[in-house]
């Protein structure tokens, strides 16, 4: 069973930074696209980032776009670099992982079969 486990979300305040990052507990980690979600009280889970397998194609939501930077390395770690924080993007953040392997980057929540448990970032103004 694979296993996601996020950290380094907390409170912030507006224009502040935060990283995240995504431990996977799969050999297999490289051979996984991988992507981040994050879904704001009484919304759904909407797409923030993606990334390819090899790492060399990435996807952003337009409203995190030129803020926010993912990326991964080769000790099963995911990352999402969050900067200029605003408000609005207080959310409960999710890493994925689609298995299909050698995956491209993809931004549909349906592509993605394992998901950690969520760890939460609040931005104050």
């Known amino acids: 069973q694979v296993q996601l486990v996020e950290s380094g979300g907390g409170p912030v305040q507006a224009g502040g930074s935060l990283r995240l990052s995504c431990a996977v507990s799969?050999?297999?980690?490289?051979?996984?696209?991988m992507g981040w979600f994050r879904q704001a009280p009484g919304k759904v889970r909407e797409f923030v980032a993606a990334?390819?397998?090899?790492?060399?194609?990435t996807y952003y939501a337009d409203s995190v776009k030129g803020r926010f930077t993912i990326s991964r390395d080769n000790a099963n770690t995911l990352y999402l670099q969050m900067n200029s924080l605003k408000p609005e993007d207080t959310a409960v953040y999710y890493c994925?992982?689609?298995?299909?392997?050698?995956?491209?980057?993809?931004?549909?929540?349906?592509?993605?079969?394992?998901w950690g448990q969520g760890t939460k970032v609040t931005v104050s103004s």
């Open positions: 799969a050999d297999t980690f490289r051979t996984y696209a």
């Open positions: 990334i390819s397998w090899r790492g060399s194609s």
């Open positions: 994925a992982a689609d298995k299909s392997l050698y995956s491209q980057a993809t931004r549909r929540i349906t592509d993605y079969d394992y």
